[in-house]
Structures are given as structure tokens and as C-alpha cells.
């Protein structure tokens, strides 16, 4: 990824390029140490690994069993940052969730006791089985990475990346995720049952215990802070930015959808094609790129019209007929 341009703290082009070429080595590091434990998911850990460089938050719809706390796990031990785990039920409240403020009688003062949403990594798991209330206690923190308590705002860490999850057979007892979270959510994706020789390498590695404890850290928090900084300089062609302009208008005039594409799902798709160049190791994006991130972009974001629910239509397909309608430029 070469950059051209100096960073706010004035370091010179060189020492970009310099970073650069780190960046890269460490990226590849993260991809081996995170496949060394999810096997067989090289394109789940590529998505991952684009949410994280793009700021974003991760949405996992699947069965239980297939990965998806190894992933959350995984990332976080390669990082060196903390991992927290929240197991979202009908009966947790928001303050479960971000935190309270606690009063202490021998000190006459209210003591701030963080939820696990100040953490690198928050799993969020089984998120629609906590009510809405619950649920969009994580909005301003996934949106503006800070925590508003008693009036009083608070910055969470850096990276901050929200990987929820959701059983999309098991329905009693949980509550559809609001448009408006769903939004907020940079790629949706499932993990899948591994391939046969993958779902080996399982039975023979994880049999004799935690692989996650074995892992040893790649990069530091800090250092991913930064990678996340350079990939917003990565170049975009304004007729690339017309292109994904085009495909979210495209969403909002399809006949199966009654809601297209947000504003906010244009600037996801860009921030997302980005982070995929650069984990490519280029510096400019692609129409490829584009294209290949449409889909878990911005299916989850759409909602489809009542005929086409009876119909065979899923968000899905809508996307891919969006993209093979709408004419790719050249760059």
C-alpha cells in the first residue's frame, strides 16, 4: 500500500512507504494466525480482516457450532487486545452492556464501572435475543466509538469492532435487529460448514485443547490503529465513486425492494473497498473490489418488498442483478 501524502504528525512520504511495507508483512501475519485456528474460512477471514481495516463492525449469521467466538477470539489474541464476550438473552439491560455509574457511601461519589464494550473486540453474541432497548445501547458506540453515561461521553478503544452474531433458524424468543443497527453493521456474512478436509484438521488440532491460548500476538492494538488511519488514503477514482453511487441508486428503483440502499451504505461500500485494497496490497481501489463487496455490503441493508418475499427473490439476488445491470467504468 503506497502512500503520498504526509500524516498529520508530519512524518515524510518515505517513512509512509516504509509503514507500508510493514503494514503489509503484518497483514499477511494476521491472515496465517487467524486460518491457523479457523480452518478452511480463508474468505471469512479475508471479510474480517476488511471490517477491521475499514473501522467497520462484522454481522455473522449461522448456525451455532461453525466458528463464529474462535473468529472474535482469534482476532483479538493476534492483536494483543482485549476480547469481551457479551451473551445477549431477554433479560439484559443496557447498562449490562455499556456500563453503570455505582455510588460509593464511605466516598459520597459515583464510581464508573465499564461494560464490555470498552474492550478491542466485543462478541455480541445471539444479538436478537436481547429486546430493542438493549440492543440500541450499541448504536452510539458502533456509530461514534464513544459511550454517552449520566451525560457524561466516554471514548472506547482503538480499534473498537463489534463481531454480533445471530441464529438465523432459531427465531422463538428473539427480537429482529431494527433497520437503523443493521445499517450500522459494515459487512454481513456467514461462516458455512467446513470443507470435509477442513472439518478434519478440527477434529485432529482442537481435540487436544484451546488453540486460541496457543496464539501468539502478531501486531498490537496500536499498530492496527494506524493501518486503519492509512487506508482512508487509499484512492478512489471519482468514476469509482460514481459506480457505487450508481449501484445504490440502482438499489432504490429495483421493483423487489421496498427499502434501497442508505447514504451511509454507499460510503460503507467505499471505506470496504479501500480496506480490500490494501489488504491486496495496492493503493488504489478497483472495480473488482467493488463488485466482490457488493453483496455483503449491502444485501443485509435492503429489505425486500412483500411480493417479492413470496416470490424467490432474497437480497442476495437483488444485489447480484443490481451489479450485472450497472455498467462497470473503466479505470
Known amino acids: 500500500m ?14 509512509l512507504r516504509a509503514e507500508a511495507a510493514n503494514f503489509a508483512s503484518t497483514l499477511d501475519d494476521l491472515r ?5 485456528v479457523l480452518m478452511g474460512k480463508d474468505d471469512v477471514i479475508e471479510l474480517t480482516l476488511v471490517t477491521l481495516l475499514a473501522g467497520g463492525h462484522l454481522l455473522i449469521e449461522d448456525v451455532p457450532g461453525v466458528g463464529k467466538t474462535l473468529l472474535a477470539r482469534a482476532l483479538g489474541a493476534s492483536i494483543d487486545g482485549e476480547v469481551r464476550r457479551l451473551q445477549f438473552t431477554p433479560d439484559l439491560l443496557p447498562t449490562d452492556v455499556t456500563g453503570v455509574s455505582v455510588y460509593s457511601p464511605a466516598e459520597g461519589t ?14 455480541a453474541d445471539e444479538i436478537n435475543r436481547a429486546g430493542p432497548k ?16 449520566d451525560g457524561v ?3 472506547l ?20 435487529l431494527p433497520e437503523a443497527q443493521r445499517d450500522r453493521f459494515l459487512v454481513r456474512t456467514a461462516l458455512g460448514y467446513p470443507a470435509r478436509d477442513a472439518e478434519l484438521g478440527v477434529l485432529r488440532n482442537h481435540a487436544a485443547g484451546d488453540l486460541v491460548r496457543g496464539l501468539t500476538p502478531v501486531t498490537t492494538a496500536a499498530t492496527v490503529a494506524r493501518m486503519i488511519r492509512a487506508v482512508t488514503r487509499v484512492r478512489v477514482a471519482e468514476s469509482l465513486e460514481n459506480y457505487v453511487l450508481d449501484l445504490v441508486a440502482a438499489t432504490r428503483a429495483h421493483d423487489s425492494l421496498a427499502l434501497g440502499a442508505s447514504p451511509r451504505a454507499g460510503l460503507a461500500l467505499v471505506r470496504a473497498g479501500r480496506a480490500l485494497a490494501a489488504l491486496r496490497g495496492r493503493d488504489h481501489v478497483l472495480p473488482d473490489d467493488v463488485k466482490e463487496l457488493a453483496e455483503p455490503v449491502l444485501s443485509h441493508r435492503l429489505q425486500l418488498t412483500a411480493r417479492a418475499r413470496v416470490g424467490e427473490a432474497t437480497p ?4 447480484a442483478d443490481v451489479v450485472s445491470s450497472t455498467a462497470t467504468p473503466v479505470t
Do not use: C, H, K
Open 134 to 149: 438493549t440492543q440500541s445501547a450499541l448504536l452510539e458506540a458502533m456509530e461514534e466509538q464513544t459511550v454517552t453515561i
Open 316 to 319: 442476495q439476488s437483488v444485489v
Open 2 to 15: 503506497t502512500q503520498t501524502t504526509t500524516t498529520p504528525g508530519g512524518a515524510d512520504d518515505g517513512a
Open 32 to 36: 496465517a494466525n487467524i486460518a491457523s
Open 153 to 155: 461521553t466516554r471514548e
Open 110 to 123: 459515583f464510581t464508573f464501572r465499564p461494560g464490555p464494550v470498552f474492550a478491542n473486540v466485543v462478541l
Open 157 to 176: 478503544a482503538s480499534p473498537f469492532m463489534v463481531i454480533a452474531t445471530q441464529n438465523p433458524i432459531e427465531l422463538d424468543g428473539t427480537y429482529p
